[in-house]
């Protein structure tokens, strides 16, 4: 086996353990230490601090896995490559930190009544921007020579049980909410100083800058794919954090908080789609290489199926079981974001149900309309926020995801129709949801029981049962058919 299939394997292994880590840790363990305010206020230092980094790192990290085989040269150091792609990150860093810096009076009013509670740990958001766009670029550089997994396993669980180590720590009264604050800047910043060590063990940290980087391709080529990859990964940390950052700003630090526990909820529905895509995006640039739009087109059908199915199920177990959830949590103001969390499984249920629409656009011959559908829908969710925050509050930033979500997928969907012929849409697809909707009636009529738990167990068991047993007898799945019959194939009768 191969070193990218080697790694490759780690990845989906760590991938699916850090996704499931994440989840409990995030939506589970952490809302039982933290108040709905303090967690905003590190769900706010983060969501700062990625977009500051990005900002700073002028798209290098992208630049570093697209250039870096014309500068692989292990007998040179490859040629003074990691100097060049620290270098001008660290010379954005520098000057988006001086704007950082003179905006505070600017920025921190933002925040209103909560801008006291922001105020200490200003200067701790420049650390952590700082170091996040240190590991990113290190990262990029790590995938460039084919080592992913060890930077997998310090992002995706490292990082995580020691987030929840310190709120345990906090809990336990070990560490005051300043001490937890700077644990959690502490730890973020250490996994950059992990990846250094790391690249130092491999005989790959080569730090002595050299004239002859500057031969080997034109810089003014590699900062304009810099800019231009910018506005790409900018666009989708706008769209994954500009709810966070306004709520804050135009309802309240605690309200952030509570947003973000939703948020992190209804991530569990987007699990399947995300693996799936994992296999996608090399499948489908396998075949716009080959040119075999029959077969990518019955890849788009196939995945669909497979995300409507697993999709609508998750829906549903989430939806319905979401007092147990909450139950689960110390503080009952978190239950604040239920309709929250609705919103955002109907929107992530439709990101899947619409099929691999954007793997589809960005490996095809027309990967630059990414760019736009992404830049648009970020510029669509800050104009949705500015205008639905005011009036519905937290609910109103789900609301914009939602709409957001829906049209630019649409917009998207309609696209590859339009370029090349292809939408994913059977007479299944609208089969499985009215299925789904047969199940979830028949699961959300059972009455509530005294315990949470075994309300949740009535409703999850009456759910799998009817959802399985009309999905098999219509056979509106075939995947589901063969899955089935493999299982019995391994169990023949005696």
């Known amino acids: 086996m191969g070193i990218v299939q080697r790694q490759g394997l780690r990845n989906t292994i760590i991938s699916y353990i850090g996704l499931a880590l994440g989840f409990v840790s995030t939506a589970l363990v952490l809302p039982n230490f933290l108040e709905p305010q303090q967690l905003g206020v590190t769900a706010t230092l983060a969501s700062v601090a990625t977009l ?6 002028f798209g290098f990290a992208s630049v570093g896995i697209r250039f870096f085989p014309y500068f692989r040269q292990p007998e040179s150091g490859h040629q003074g490559f990691l100097p060049l792609l620290v270098g001008v990150p660290l010379l954005g860093f520098a000057v988006v930190t001086a704007l950082y810096f003179v905006g505070e009076p600017l920025l921190l009013p933002w925040y209103g009544r909560d801008a006291p509670l922001l105020a200490p740990y200003y200067a701790w958001g420049a650390v952590l921007a700082f170091f996040t766009m240190l590991y990113s670029v290190q990262d990029a550089y790590l995938k460039a020579l084919y080592h992913t997994a060890f930077s997998s396993f310090v992002q995706d669980i490292l990082l995580r049980i020691l987030i929840v180590g310190g709120a345990f720590l906090f809990g336990l009264g070990y560490l005051s909410f300043s001490g937890y604050v700077l644990w959690f800047v502490g730890v973020n910043s250490a996994l950059a100083l992990l990846l250094t060590g790391y690249v130092a063990a491999i005989g790959e940290l080569h730090w002595r800058p050299t004239r002859q980087v500057l031969t080997v391709r034109p810089l003014r080529e590699m900062l304009g794919m810099g800019a231009f990859t910018l506005l790409g990964s900018l666009s989708g940390s706008i769209i994954l954090y500009i709810d966070t950052l306004m709520v804050g700003a135009q309802v309240s630090v605690a309200a952030a908080g509570i947003y973000v526990v939703a948020s992190n909820i209804s991530t569990a529905l987007a699990i399947p789609a995300r693996s799936l895509n994992k296999v996608a995006f090399p499948l489908l640039a396998d075949y716009w290489k080959q040119q075999d739009l029959p077969r990518m087109a019955d890849f788009y059908r196939r995945a669909t199926r497979l995300n409507t199915l697993l ?10 079981n979401l007092d147990f ?12 974001g239920t309709v929250v969390v609705l919103l955002l499984l109907g929107s992530k249920l439709f990101d899947g149900i619409t099929g691999v629409n954007g793997l ?5 011959p027309r990967y630059r309309f990414d760019l736009i559908f992404n830049v648009s829908l970020a510029v669509l969710t800050i104009v949705l926020n500015g205008l639905l925050i005011p009036r519905l509050g937290m609910v109103g930033a789900a609301v914009a995801a939602c709409v957001a979500q829906v049209s630019i997928n649409v917009a998207r969907t309609w696209f590859v129709w339009h370029s090349y012929r292809m939408q994913p849409f059977t007479w299944r697809i609208p ?8 199940a979830g009636v028949a699961a959300w009529l059972l009455p509530t029981l005294s315990s949470p738990l075994l309300t949740m167990l009535l409703r999850s068991t009456v759910l799998t049962v009817v959802y399985a047993t009309l999905i098999l007898a219509t056979n509106s799945s075939p995947e589901a058919t063969l899955f089935l019959a493999k299982i019995r194939a391994r169990f023949p009768k005696k």
Do not use: D, K, P, W
């Open 360 to 364: 589809m656009v960005v490996t095809s």
């Open 325 to 336: 959830i909450y139950s689960l949590m110390r503080n009952a103001r978190y239950a604040e």
């Open 431 to 438: 089969l499985i949801v009215g299925i789904a909707a047969v």
């Open 311 to 320: 999709g609508c199920f998750l829906f549903l177990g989430i939806s319905l």
């Open 52 to 57: 500051y980094a990005q900002i700073a790192a």
